[in-house]
């Protein structure tokens, strides 16, 4: 089957720039999510979604940061604008339910690296 | 609050070595363990997962040990390969948590050497 799928794979923009990140999913999975990989750390969760309804966003800067699944399938991450601190790489996940604990694992695409000048 | 450390933060060995990676976690009660591989500009792929009853699961040349009394994980790589440089990064979940309090470790970063 084919994996999650990300674009684009590289951004370089100036700060107060915007910039959007798409992604599709394994197809079948219900539950994506959105994370943001700082350089030398762990995946931080932005926003989950569950079909096209928002799980989870409280950990997204709402402020500047804005997603959407709007038929639930294909997703968008936009930041606007971008600040210096925004510089990572920002992996989309899917799964094949809600992500309980158990064993529903989540797939995670090959990520879109950001660089915010 | 919920942690994962991994140690060492980066390891470099010969190929045909074995390697052994820690992590010790805080979360509790605790769920399950998963270890990842993220090789360098792709995302993270699973290795193996265990639950709290799991003490070692294998795959292939990796063997991931759980003591959940200690709260402790180690991944133990044999006979490493150049493929294996990559990052193996730790997650806990918590029982009965969300994606969101998934804890990811910040991984150790292998290098393997011809």
């Known amino acids: 089957e084919a994996g999650v799928a990300q674009s684009p794979r590289y951004k370089i923009i100036e700060k107060r720039q915007s910039v959007a990140f798409w992604c599709n999913p394994i197809s079948g999975h219900a539950t994506l999510y959105w994370y943001q990989q700082i350089l030398g750390q762990g995946p931080k969760l932005l926003i989950q979604f569950q079909n096209n309804g928002v799980v989870d966003d409280s950990q997204l800067p709402k402020d500047r940061f804005s997603a959407e699944r709007l038929k639930g399938v294909d997703s968008t991450l936009k930041i606007q604008p971008a600040k210096l601190e925004d510089s990572a790489v920002y992996l989309c996940?899917?799964?094949?339910?809600?992500?309980?604990?158990?064993?529903?694992?989540?797939?995670f695409g090959p990520g879109t690296r950001l660089t915010v000048t | 609050k919920n942690q994962v450390e991994q140690s060492p933060q980066s390891l470099i060995i010969l190929e045909g070595k074995n390697c052994t990676l820690q992590?010790?976690?805080?979360?509790?009660?605790?769920?399950?363990l998963r270890w990842y591989k993220q090789d360098t500009g792709r995302g993270p792929v699973s290795l193996t997962i265990?639950?709290?009853?799991?003490n070692t699961k294998s795959n292939g040349r990796y063997t991931a040990t759980l003591d959940a009394d200690t709260k402790q994980s180690s991944l133990h790589i044999t006979a490493s390969q150049l493929s294996d440089s990559a990052s193996y990064i730790c997650v806990v979940s918590p029982l009965g948590g969300s994606a969101r309090q998934l804890t990811f470790g910040s991984g150790t970063q292998l290098t393997v050497l011809p």
């Open positions: 996940a899917s799964s094949s339910t809600r992500g309980t604990n158990r064993t529903y694992e989540q797939y």
């Open positions: 992590c010790n976690y805080t979360v509790s009660p605790f769920s399950n």
């Open positions: 265990m639950t709290f009853s799991e």
